[in-house]
Structure formats: structure tokens, C-alpha cells
């Protein structure tokens, strides 16, 4: 009776996913849900689908395969008891120990001798040209390759750490100082109470603070996986079909989910591609406004998906980032934020970058800074003068107060944008048998190339005998079909594949009869 079972959690802090067995109770249910969202057990009311009036009622002993509303793929709405996201308390089981369990659990990884040769990679090979083949079939049952007991462990006792993962960070300043991290804000405060609005009167506390340019120790995420390494192989092959010449770019979608190699880890899971329209030259690329967005963020929902990051081709093998990209990275991860439960904005929107490295084309994957993100934010930068710097604006009138950048002591106009960039561990999995898209060989939109109806009937030819669930799982095709049919009978088939149930006899013959 019981069985492993995935169920998706949408809360403040996005879409996850957990895997639990039947014969769990709802307070192990609790539990793993407070371990993603921080959302104390006692506070949590958790809603089942599309029964968003109905919390879902139950002891906490009860056993999950008594539920019928509870199967594999269901997703839940977790929020807290009050519906306040942003005033939910912060709690672990760890914070609530002793404190000299605190100290012990401390001292312990301090103790942690550091490799001798630091790595943030994963011992297995990300994805390049070259070695991104379709994986053989194994029967590992593991779905995941965890990246190495690294220097990027996200363990404090490791002296050759980078960064750390950001709920580890934020229990132990919890632990330390009671105090949770205040959100970051470089713009004039217009309304005070101790004085008549700015700009007829205004006080130090009305000041934007300083901008002491320091390189972040945390990071929101994690891990990077690329369950599609055949769609990130036929993206840089196309790219290189042109020479490399013309730049591509493109969004990621897939899931979070708890990386158990890091302290509080996450990871983000890399399922499928959208290239939308876009203008590309030798230096950059720009994306262009597109009018189908909010159908593909429609099919990726209905696949249990979201939008995770963006990737893109660079020839330049000078820069870890260039400006203008760091800068692009701090407005996608913008408008991407998520409010933690302690109240701090998060984001874990990554930046995939497809280069060279001697024979091959490999990725590295990264995201900037919380204060290089608030001060694009805060308009205090301008077109910069070259790539590899930064370049803070002038005051544009009489008004405009803007912070002082402080760079290693000394105040400056000019900032590299090495000190904003946080490195993201990175690699894939041994099989691809647990993605959700199967298949990455339909026709890619908005290339030089158009999509035809006759494409589906070449697609149909190549994996027309595997289940039908399976068959329809290339995110390509499902946006076109959306676009060609209607969005309803494409979010059938999505529901069809996100429970791995096979699609309605009549929209198959319906897609078969298109050629």
C-alpha cells in the first residue's frame, strides 16, 4: 500500500518539490514542508489543488495513503495561518536546541579539514558540445549525481569556502544575534516623521546608506542540475552553426528542490529551454518583446515548472561576466524576488553562460550579489564606458542624492563586477529517466527556420510508439501546439504528462490528423 510519492509545494518562496512515502503522516508532511519554507508546523495551512477554500483538516498521525486527495504530482498551497508571508517567524529545529548544542554542532565543523584542491564544479562533467550525449540507460535508482564534499560545501569549518548557503547563513545569524538580515535600499527616504517631506527638510536617517562593495559569502542557490542536456547541446550547437558569430540567448525553466549536499542547500533543476525573440550580434545579444510570454510561463505551470534563469553564448573568455550582462543578471533576478518568511527578498534566478574552453563549449553558472541587485535596482548605475567595469552615475539635478560606493576602503565611480559575482555549483545527472521533458527534438521556436505543421508529423513518426505522455514531452512542441490549437487542449496534455497518465484518445486523434 504505501509507495514513494512527489508532491508540489507552491509557497511564498516558490515552487518546490518534495518526495515522501505513503505511510508518512501528515506531521512528517508538516515537517518536511517547514525544512522548505520555513513556515512553523503550528502556523501552516496547507490546501490541496484547486480546492483553494478547503485547508486541508487532518491529525497529524493520520496516514497519508488514507487521503485520497494526496497522489503522486499533487500540488499543494502552503501559506501560513494569518496569510502574512512576510511576518511568518523563522524557525529550525536546530535553532531550537540548546544553545551548547549550537556551539558542539559549530565546533564540530570547524574541525572539517578542507580538500587540498577546491573545486565549485561537480566531479561529473556539466554539459559542453562535445560530451552532452543522451545518457545511457542505467538502473541506478538514484535521479540525482551529488556534486562533491567540496570546498563549496556551504560548511563554515571549510577554510576554503565561497559561499554558503543562505539558510545556513540566516540560522546562524538567528542563532548569534537574534536578528534576521534587513533588506538592502540605496534610495532617498522621501517620507520621515521627524521633519516635512524631502526635499523642504531631511536628516542623516533620510540619507541613503553607503555602498561598501564587498563580495557576498551566501548564495540562494546551491546546485544547478541539467536534466536536458540534449536541448543545452542542440542551443550551443546552433549557436556554432553560425560561426559563433551571432549570440544566443534563452530562459531556463524548471523546479527547486532541497539540496541534502549542503548545509540548508538548494537546488535549482534545469528541465527545459524557451528561446524568445531576440536580435543577436558578435558581442551580445538582446531579447525582444514577446508576445507569446505569458503562454509559455501558462504551459510551464501546468507542467509543475517555473521560470529559473536565463543562458546565453559569449565569445568573450576575458570576463567571468561582462558589465552589461552583470547588470542584465540584477534585473532578471529582480524581477524574479520572492519574499523569505523572515521578510528578507530573495531570489533564485541563475545565469547560465555556454563558452569556450579549450575543445569544448561548457557552462558556468552564476548569480550576482543581493547589493549588486539592489543597486540596479535603485538606478544608481548608467551605461557603463567598457565591459569590465561598472560605471555609478552622476546625480542628474539639485535632488538626486546618491549613496557614496565605497571599494576597498576608498570611494570610487568605477567598480569591477568580479566583486558582485556568486559561483553556483553545477553539473547533471547520471540518467535522464526522472525528467519530466523526455524529449528536446522538436523544431525550436523563433530561430530562422519557422515552425510548420508538418513538423509535428515528422516528430510523431520518431516516437510515435512510446506512451503518450511520454511522446508529448518536448516543451517545444507543447508551445507550439498551444499556439496552432488552443491553450486548454495543450494544458490537457500537460496535466497528462506532469502525472504520467495517458493523453485523451481524442486529442491524440486529433494531433495525428495534423500534417
Known sequence: MSKEIVLRVRAPNGLQRLTINTSSTLGDLKGHIEKLTGIPQRDQVIIVDDQRNQPLGLLPTTKLFT????????????????????????????????????????????NIKAPSKPNEKSSTAAPSNTAMQEEKKTSDPKPTNPPPKSSDSGKPGDKNIKHESFEHYLHEMVAKTKLTPENISYKMKKTCPYHPPYPKSMCNKCMPQAANIKRQTWRHVDYAEFMNTREVSN???HWMQQGCAIQRGGLLYGYYAEDPNYEGGVRAIIEAIYEPPQQGEVSSFEFKADADESLVDRIAEALSLERIGWIFTTIDSNSV???????????????????????????KFITVVMRHSKDEVVPDVYMVSDQCQALERD?????????????VREPVETHDILPTVIVEGKPTKKIEPEFFIVNVAHGRPKT????IMKHADFPVENRSTPQKPIDIKNYLKKFGNEKSYMKYSDFHLLVYLAKLLDVETVLTICEAIRNEQEVPSGIEMLLEALN
Open 321 to 347: 561576466l561582462t558589465s552589461y550582462e552583470t547588470r542584465m543578471a540584477a534585473k532578471l533576478q529582480e524581477q524574479h524576488v520572492v519574499i523569505h518568511p523572515c521578510g528578507y527578498r530573495v531570489t
Open 379 to 391: 538606478e544608481i548605475f548608467t551605461e557603463p564606458e567598457t565591459r569590465k567595469e561598472l560605471l
Open 432 to 435: 535522464s529517466q526522472f525528467s
Open 67 to 110: 487521503v485520497p486527495s494526496l497522489e503522486d504530482g499533487t500540488q499543494l498551497w502552503v501559506k501560513s495561518a494569518g496569510g502574512n508571508y512576510q511576518s511568518v517567524e523563522i524557525r529550525n529545529p536546530e535553532l531550537e536546541a540548546a544553545q551548547k548544542k549550537l556551539e558542539a554542532q559549530s565546533q564540530a565543523y570547524a
Open 235 to 237: 542551443f550551443v550547437s
